[in-house]
């Protein structure tokens, strides 16, 4: 029984967690926005990195088994990704496989036409 018990998805307050993959391209982003922080704002590194480590965080929230609509902007919608919103302004683009989801790619809303 206990090797059934490990194929079992994670459970955790009654939800079927998901694995959250996170490309290099957006982690590269999220790095290139920390350090535009610190040297164009002037941001303490701590600042910077709470608020890099708040995406990171946010990010993996998206384990849970919800799922958000299909972005509506014509680049990502064409590769069939959906888009979740951080802080009112963060896009990020994912997609959904077989157990999980792969976060492809991230951008400003101000960046991103329809």
């Excluded at 018990?5 to 920390?34: A, C, Q």
């Excluded at 919103?85 to 157990?99: Q, R, S």
């Amino acid at each position: 029984m206990p090797f059934l018990m490990n194929l079992m998805p994670e459970l955790k307050n009654g939800l079927i967690m998901r694995d959250v993959h996170i490309s290099g391209k957006v982690f590269d982003k999220i790095y290139e926005l920390e350090s535009y922080l610190k040297v164009e704002l002037k941001f303490s590194k701590e600042a910077a990195r709470k608020r890099s480590d708040r995406m990171r965080v946010f990010l993996k929230s998206l384990s849970n088994s919800g799922d958000y609509a299909l972005c509506r902007f014509k680049q990502w919608r064409a590769l069939g990704y959906r888009c979740v919103v951080f802080e009112k302004n963060w896009i990020f683009a994912y997609e959904i496989y077989d157990g999980g989801v792969i976060v492809r790619d991230m951008a400003h809303a101000t960046t991103l036409a329809e």
